[in-house]
């Protein structure tokens, strides 16, 4: 069974630029989650999406923003990009909250 | 506010030397505490859910067990290979939403 997979693995953006990054959840799995790790610090919870529709999103700035499509797979779009935005993006998937969430490798992104 | 401490941050142990990782939480009404592993530059892998205190979870050299404020996980003869980032994340219900809330981590070297 195919695991989480989210591309591209890494970028490097300047300061200013826009990003999309993807995700594609485990087969079934309908709810996807975007979390930021920043260099030394926790995961931070950005968005959560479920058949389509965001269900909640973390203390970020409107310019974290995403969707869902048809087939569960998912998009993360930053714009105006700022250094501090630089960390490792992780998707996680669920087929439900009491089953834990499976996440994907990550993107690492490098705004300079 | 809901919260999750991890301790301590960081942990360097001799192959073979056993001993625990704490997770302590206050969050109203608990749904779940879940440990995940993270090697660097990897997404978390999960290890371990747990949902009512007195439980406990065993895998090779891991076993986890929760009480009503904390968590730990315990590492009996580790080796070089469980080295790597150990994660705490509690279920929660944040604005209406269920989510999962991560602890900062503590980072586990075990030496040859």
């Known amino acids: 069974e195919a695991g989480v997979t989210q591309s591209p693995t890494h970028l490097i953006k300047t300061r200013g630029q826009q990003v999309t990054l993807r995700c594609s959840p485990i087969?079934?799995?309908?709810?996807v989650y975007w979390y930021q790790q920043a260099l030394g610090l926790g995961l931070q919870f950005l968005l959560w999406?479920?058949?389509?529709?965001?269900?909640n999103r973390g203390n970020f700035p409107p310019r974290f923003s995403g969707r869902q499509f048809p087939n569960y797979s998912s998009e993360l779009n930053v714009n105006a990009l700022e250094l501090e935005d630089s960390a490792l993006y992780l998707c996680?998937?669920?087929?439900?909250?009491?089953?834990?969430?499976?996440f994907g490798s990550g993107t690492r992104l490098t705004v300079v | 506010e809901d919260q999750v401490t991890q301790s301590p941050e960081a942990l360097r142990l001799q192959e073979g030397e056993s001993s625990s990782l704490n997770c302590s939480y206050t969050?109203?009404?608990?749904?779940?505490l879940f440990w995940y592993r993270q090697d660097p530059g990897k997404g978390p892998e999960f290890l371990f859910t747990?949902?009512?205190a007195g439980e406990e979870k065993e895998k090779e050299r891991l076993k986890a067990t929760l009480t009503k404020k904390e968590s730990f996980l315990h590492i009996t003869a580790p080796k070089p290979e469980d080295s790597a980032t150990y994660l705490c994340?509690?279920?929660?219900?944040?604005?209406?939403?269920?989510?999962?809330?991560f602890g900062q981590g503590t980072r586990l070297t075990i030496n040859p």
């Open positions: 996680a998937s669920s087929i439900g909250m009491s089953y834990g969430y499976t």
């Open positions: 087969s079934g799995h309908t709810s």
């Open positions: 999406y479920d058949e389509g529709e965001e269900r």
């Open positions: 969050v109203s009404g608990l749904r779940g």
């Open positions: 747990l949902y009512s």
């Open positions: 994340a509690v279920q929660a219900n944040i604005q209406g939403a269920q989510k999962l809330v």
